[in-house]
């Protein structure tokens, strides 16, 4: 699989600053058993983003402001609960790129990377700042592992192992990098056969 590769991002913040978004409210399990990435997007966060009769809530999840933003801030806690691969998938299908928070659950993380929305933990007063400016322009750099924010909010770095970095950067998941070894692992193979 491949998606977009992602070095550098500026854009506009949707904030979302509820603590303990669990994979639940982000993807509902009623739509689970959907086998595709493409068209997720349109279920995430349904429990914010539609009214019981289905119609459209005035969250800004529905705005065309909120659907440009491919960087989201959430509240601390974010993406705990259980592990579900569509929570990733209906966040890059709607379009975001990007989730930063002070807290984001282990295995949420770990879904994120291998699926190509980058997972940002930052240090609690630069979150606090993106909480109470939201719609900011920020800056993402990955490749010198640095969040910019405006207006002097300054510069803050964050962590990500190499690997998922370089998949990231290439816009391979970890199944597309072990393909583009396919001459190397001949090349091994032939040697040692």
């Not at 068209?39 to 019981?52: E, I, P, T, V």
């Not at 259980?82 to 990007?98: C, I, K, N, Q």
């Not at 007063?125 to 002097?152: F, M, Y």
């Not at 690997?163 to 001459?183: H, I, K, P, T, W």
């Amino acid at each position: 699989m491949s998606f977009k590769p992602l070095t550098t991002i500026t854009s506009k913040t949707l904030v979302l600053p509820t603590t303990n978004i669990d994979t639940d409210q982000i993807m509902p399990a009623k739509y689970l058993s959907i086998t595709t990435k493409d068209g997720l997007g349109k279920y995430l966060f349904s429990n914010l983003r539609y009214n019981a009769d289905g119609s459209l809530t005035d969250h800004e999840l529905n705005s065309e402001s909120g659907k440009a933003c491919e960087i989201l801030i959430a509240g601390h806690n974010f993406g705990c609960g259980s592990s579900r691969e569509h929570a990733p998938w209906g966040l890059t299908d709607y379009g975001f790129r990007v989730v930063i928070s002070s807290e984001i659950a282990d295995i949420f993380r770990g879904n994120s990377l291998k699926n190509g929305l980058l997972p940002i933990i930052i240090e609690k007063s630069a979150h606090q700042w993106l909480l109470d400016h939201p719609g900011e322009e920020v800056t993402i750099d990955l490749e010198s592992c640095e969040v910019r924010l405006p207006k002097n909010g300054g510069t803050y770095k964050f962590n990500i192992d190499k690997f998922s970095r370089y998949c990231l950067m290439n816009g391979v998941d970890e199944m597309g990098y072990l393909q583009a070894q396919d001459e190397a692992i001949k090349a091994y193979e032939d040697k040692v056969a």
